[in-house]
């Protein structure tokens, strides 16, 4: 009689030699994808497999993946042909981020850009960070009401945003701090729709964000203009300046170090608060394993760094933050066993990667010591994705999360509001708690 597997290939190849897939017209499957994204490729995956097919109106023929032996694949394959960049371009982040933006580059484009200013993102680089990363935790949350329920989403997106202006462009002067406090969120907080469909460009909205756009360059500007006069840049530990010291090719362009501040902001200010959130939401509706991880914070336990770490990366595991990461093939390339022509999406699902029970033991369950005497496999844990494309701010976002947590720990105790765990909703380029990660906050 045959597999299911082979009987759903039967019935729904879609003839051009991709994966089978749903037969459905292409505006219903992208229809889907706007409104039930999760659900909808649950579904797909449980009848075609780990590799499939979906129609859209927007990208066309888009090859999902999701076991570790594809991701693998697909991180690993060659960047040139597997192209990051010109998904990106397409998708319409060049008119956010801007024309040099590495995020939107391939070949040796991007490599020259990446390796720019990668150094900046490693080692003694980012754990210096630990301890300023405290200083601003401990004053934003002395500004909590206590025993009343508080929404936690803004409260650590004003944190990412001070990590961004002191650690990342290492803003001096106070009146542009106070400026680029009140725009760099309007940034960051951009409408997906004229990116996807450029007759909404012309839209008053879409105007307004190129105007506040504009000024948070203008100001990106003069702080570079001001820094370059500046005398010890060597001895200064803000990213941007670590870049200007370096003296490479983009250190010397101006408009490339703005389009590389800019996508930090957007790469830093709602991933990692959203992280942040997510984690702290998880964490009160677990009163078990918050008792554990407040009396190792109570304890200064010699695991808490480690346990801290487990922590964040099964928040980042178990709630899908950035959903979906792609490449687009410029010549045809094998993936797993199909043959997929040029100008085909390949796609990986965050949310099928990390809730596949063949990646995890009761992978819908929270367990934050998942991670604690176990190293993540790298293409079933992809919260940063991988390989060339990987975050280049990976190491400082896990290091900003988990020094976020230890701060907040000893500085409050956090309970429940009910016992109704957060649905993620769709806000902007992320999937937030859907009440705003609420807690009550109690003094210590």
């Known amino acids: 009689m045959g597999s299911p597997q082979s009987l759903a290939e039967r019935r729904s190849a879609p003839g051009d030699g991709l994966p089978p897939g749903p037969s459905a017209p292409a505006i219903l499957q992208?229809?889907?994808l706007a409104g039930r994204l999760q659900p909808y490729?649950?579904?797909?995956?449980?009848?075609?497999?780990?590799?499939?097919?979906?129609?859209?109106?927007?990208?066309?023929?888009?090859?999902?993946?999701?076991?570790?032996?594809?991701?693998?694949?697909?991180?690993?394959?060659?960047?040139?042909v597997l192209r990051a960049g010109e998904?990106?371009?397409?998708?319409?982040?060049?008119?956010?981020?801007?024309?040099?933006?590495?995020?939107i580059k391939d070949g040796e484009e991007h490599r020259r850009r990446r390796h720019s200013v990668s150094p900046a993102f490693q080692g003694k680089a980012v754990r210096r960070s630990a301890q300023e990363i405290g200083e601003i935790t401990r004053a934003e949350v002395a500004r909590w009401?206590?025993?009343?329920?508080?929404?936690?989403?803004?409260?650590?997106?004003?944190?990412?945003?001070?990590?961004?202006?002191?650690?990342?462009?290492?803003?001096?002067d106070e009146t542009r701090t106070q400026r680029l406090r009140a725009l760099l969120p309007r940034v960051?907080?951009?409408?997906?729709?004229?990116?996807?469909w450029s007759g909404l460009r012309k839209m008053p909205a879409w105007q307004r964000y190129l105007r506040i756009q504009a000024e948070a360059r203008d100001l990106l500007g003069q702080e570079i203009a001001d820094r370059r006069t500046r005398t010890d840049l060597a001895e200064r530990t803000d990213i941007l300046s670590t870049v200007l010291a370096s003296g490479n090719a983009v250190a010397e362009d101006d408009s490339e170090l703005i389009d590389l501040l800019i996508s930090l902001l957007l790469a830093g200010h709602e991933t990692s608060s959203?992280?942040?959130?997510?984690?702290?939401?998880?964490?009160?509706?677990?009163?078990?394993?918050?008792?554990?991880?407040?009396?190792?914070?109570?304890?200064?336990?010699?695991?808490?760094?480690?346990?801290l770490d487990s922590l964040v990366r099964e928040a980042l595991r178990i709630r899908t933050i950035t959903p979906i990461m792609a490449r687009?093939?410029?010549?045809?390339?094998r993936i797993g066993r199909w043959d997929l022509p040029a100008g085909v999406n390949v796609m990986i699902s965050t949310g099928l990667v990390h809730l596949s029970p063949d990646n995890y033991e009761a992978p819908e369950e929270f367990r934050p010591d998942r991670f604690l005497h176990v190293k993540p496999d790298p293409y079933a844990w992809v919260p940063f994705g991988g390989g060339a494309?990987?975050?280049?701010?990976?190491?400082?976002?896990?290091?900003?999360?988990?020094?976020?947590?230890?701060?907040?720990?000893?500085?409050?105790?956090?309970?429940?509001?009910?016992?109704?765990?957060?649905?993620?909703?769709?806000?902007?380029?992320?999937?937030?708690?859907?009440?705003?990660?609420?807690?009550?906050?109690?003094?210590?």
Request: one cysteine or more; charged letters at 25%; aromatic letters at 4%.
């Open 274 to 307: 959203t992280g942040m959130a997510w984690a702290l939401e998880r964490l009160v509706q677990h009163p078990e394993a918050m008792h554990r991880i407040q009396a190792a914070v109570d304890l200064d336990d010699p695991t808490l760094d480690a346990q």
């Open 145 to 172: 009401p206590r025993n009343t329920p508080v929404a936690l989403l803004e409260p650590m997106q004003s944190i990412a945003l001070e990590v961004i202006l002191r650690i990342v462009i290492g803003v001096t």
């Open 41 to 80: 490729l649950d579904s797909c995956r449980r009848r075609y497999g780990d590799c499939f097919t979906l129609r859209t109106v927007t990208w066309g023929p888009c090859v999902f993946v999701s076991s570790p032996e594809l991701v693998k694949e697909v991180f690993t394959g060659d960047p040139d």
């Open 328 to 333: 687009k093939t410029a010549a045809p390339v």
């Open 87 to 103: 998904h990106s371009t397409e998708i319409g982040l060049g008119e956010v981020l801007g024309p040099t933006a590495f995020v």
């Open 188 to 196: 960051a907080s951009f409408d997906r729709g004229p990116m996807l």
């Open 30 to 32: 992208t229809a889907m």
């Open 389 to 444: 494309r990987r975050c280049v701010g990976a190491a400082l976002a896990l290091l900003e999360m988990k020094e976020v947590l230890r701060t907040v720990l000893t500085e409050v105790d956090l309970h429940r509001v009910d016992d109704r765990s957060e649905p993620p909703r769709l806000r902007h380029v992320t999937f937030v708690p859907g009440r705003g990660a609420r807690v009550v906050v109690r003094p210590r």
